[in-house]
Structure formats: C-alpha cells, structure tokens
C-alpha cells in the first residue's frame, strides 16, 4: 500500500491571546493560496487517493478540504481522526483505519510536525528520531506491505512545497 503524509499548509502564528487553544489556528490566506499551487504540483503526479485521514485541528482540516477540493477527491472519502494531532498515537491511527476501511491501497494522512517526521522515522528504520524534515505543505509517500505501525516502509520520496509548486 502506499502511505502520503502530508502536513498541513501555513498557518497563524502562534499566539496564547488571540488562540488560547492551538487547535483552532486556522491557515493563512497566503498559506491556502499557496497550498493551491501545491496541489496542482501534486495532480501532475498523477496520483490516486482511497482515503483522507486529517487530523481536526483547524489547520490540518482547511489543507485537508483544500487537497480533496483541488484534487477532485469526494467529501465522504475525507475522516478525522484524534490520533493525527500532535500528541496522537500512529499506532492507534494504523488500528483504526486498518479495522474501518480494510482495502485500502492509496492512504493520505495530513497532520503536524514532529509527528510526522517522526512517524516517518519509526516507519523507515524503527527509530522515531531519525532526521527528516517535513515543511508546511510538503508530501512523502512511503510503501508498506500493509497498513502495521510495527512493519518496516520503504521511502519513495519526500517533495518540498517548492518541488511541487515547480511542478504546477
């Protein structure tokens, strides 16, 4: 199966006064309006998606609803999920989506740094440390022979924004 990791587009800074709860941080104009540009990058690609697993927190949701937008991807196909925040847990994640929808072979998760990297790490070589970057609006995919947090990825690429955006 093919995993696309995708972490959420610009957003607000951070400011505990005008967001005192972080998860309502919504994107930029210039961060969707650049996600946009990214997303045509990524249809270049010729990809195809089963599922979009986002994580609720605002930002993640808006880049979410944006790729399903550009990229033509229905509203049904799109779920959130608790366990792509910040402090979720993959493990639990690849559980979930693994008992609800068993025959997926195309799965894009969005979500946040450092989890994703570190997801990306423990899915490469076990350790969640490994140094991988992911910027706003960046795509990795990975292939797993299934969908098992404990099963070892085999890394096809990690595009920037300014890869993609290039290849629009």
């Given amino acids: 199966?093919?995993?696309?990791?995708?972490?959420?587009?610009?957003?607000?800074?951070?400011?505990?006064v005008k967001y005192p709860d972080d998860s309502l941080r919504?994107?930029?104009?210039?961060?969707?309006?650049?996600?946009?540009?990214?997303?045509?990058g990524i249809q270049r690609l010729r990809l195809a998606f089963d599922l979009v697993v986002s994580s609720p927190y605002t930002r993640a949701q808006q880049t979410a609803e944006i790729f399903c937008e550009e990229l033509k991807i229905s509203k049904a196909q799109l779920v959130l999920?608790?366990?792509?925040?910040?402090?979720?847990?993959?493990?639990?994640?690849?559980?979930?989506i693994s008992a609800q929808y068993p025959n997926i072979d195309n799965l894009v998760c969005v979500g946040h740094e450092p989890y994703l990297s570190e997801l990306i790490g423990a899915l490469l070589c076990g350790n969640?440390?490994?140094?991988?970057?992911?910027?706003?609006?960046?795509?990795?995919?990975?292939?797993?022979?299934?969908?098992d947090f404990a099963?070892?990825?085999?890394?096809?690429?990690?595009?920037?924004?300014?890869?993609?955006?290039?290849?629009?």
């Fill in 26 to 40: 919504p994107l930029t104009k210039e961060g969707k309006d650049k996600f946009r540009r990214i997303c045509g």
């Fill in 81 to 96: 999920n608790e366990n792509l925040t910040p402090f979720g847990d993959p493990q639990a994640l690849f559980e979930e």
């Fill in 128 to 147: 969640a440390a490994a140094s991988i970057t992911m910027k706003k609006g960046g795509l990795c995919c990975l292939t797993l022979s299934q969908l």
């Fill in 151 to 168: 099963g070892y990825a085999t890394l096809e690429w990690l595009l920037t924004p300014a890869q993609l955006i290039a290849m629009s």
């Fill in 1 to 16: 199966m093919k995993l696309y990791l995708l972490r959420h587009a610009i957003a607000d800074v951070r400011d505990p």
